[in-house]
T-cell receptor, first 114, second 118 residues
Framework: AQSVAQPEDQVNVAEGNPLTVKCTYS??????LFWYVQYPNRGLQFLLK??????LVKGSYGFEAEFNKSQTSFHLKKPSALVSDSALYFC????????????FGKGTKLSVKP | EAQVTQNPRYLITVTGKKLTVTCSQN?????MSWYRQDPGLGLRQIYY???????DKGDVPEGYKVSRKEKRNFPLILESPSPNQTSLYFC?????????????????FGEGSRLTVL
């Protein structure tokens, strides 16, 4: 069965510092991996995805994520956090080539303080 | 503009009063899905549809119905709402479907419908 774990309910960082939001996954075969962001009172917005190829994926708003197959992880990163990055972040996975649905983690609240 | 539109955005109702939350997408997507979001539980899938006239249960289908008579619309029906259905609901669509075998399954979300059942 597919699953996604986001081990931290909340991540706090100071503006200008690097940030990491963690995600680990479990699928039978190769994964398609996604990060979404949800701002208050808004729907989820797509940030980036890993399908194949380079393990470092760059996305919107300066975010990037690193796919690590051996650790089954797909951590979201940004070199310098902004207050406006404060939001709820969701990791999601689907097994490549399957007819299955996207499976979401429970979300991590990122709080960036000035 | 490509979008997924949900209505109403906010609704307060009473137990047992039937309601429908509409969802429409203008991207000609085959796949559509409904999720509910609750604190500490993340996103849970209610129902999904791979194509017109094809629907299937997600993880938490009890108390909900859906229909997919047209490609663009996927309404969520609560026949007899109860307080435990108070939640934030999201509709999503994707080009992934029965004919989209190479699609990666990326979802496009609506803005959400906040439902309160008293």
């Amino acid at each position: 069965a597919q699953s996604v774990a986001q081990p931290e309910d909340q991540v706090n960082v100071a503006e200008g510092n690097p940030l990491t939001v963690k995600c680990t996954y479990s699928v039978s075969g190769n994964p398609y991996l996604f990060w979404y962001v949800q701002y208050p009172n808004r729907g989820l917005q797509f940030l980036l995805k890993y399908i194949t190829g380079d393990n470092l994926v760059k996305g919107s708003y300066g975010f990037e994520a690193e796919f690590n197959k051996s650790q089954t992880s797909f951590h979201l990163k940004k070199p310098s956090a902004l207050v406006s990055d404060s939001a709820l972040y969701f990791c999601a996975v689907r097994e490549a080539g399957s007819q299955g649905n996207l499976i979401f983690g429970k979300g991590t609240k990122l709080s960036v303080k000035p | 503009e490509a979008q997924v539109t949900q209505n109403p955005r906010y609704l307060i109702t009473v137990t047992g009063k039937k309601l429908t939350v509409t969802c429409s997408q203008n991207m000609n997507h085959e796949y559509m899905s409904w999720y509910r979001q609750d604190p500490g539980l993340g996103l849970r899938q209610i129902y999904y549809s791979m194509n017109v006239e094809v629907t299937d249960k997600g993880d938490v289908p009890e108390g909900y119905k859906v229909s997919r008579k047209e490609k663009r619309n996927f309404p969520l029906i609560l026949e007899s709402p109860s307080p435990n259905q108070t939640s934030l609901y999201f509709c999503a669509s994707s080009p992934y479907g029965t004919s989209g075998s190479t699609n990666t399954g990326e979802l496009f979300f609506g803005e959400g419908s906040r439902l309160t059942v008293l």
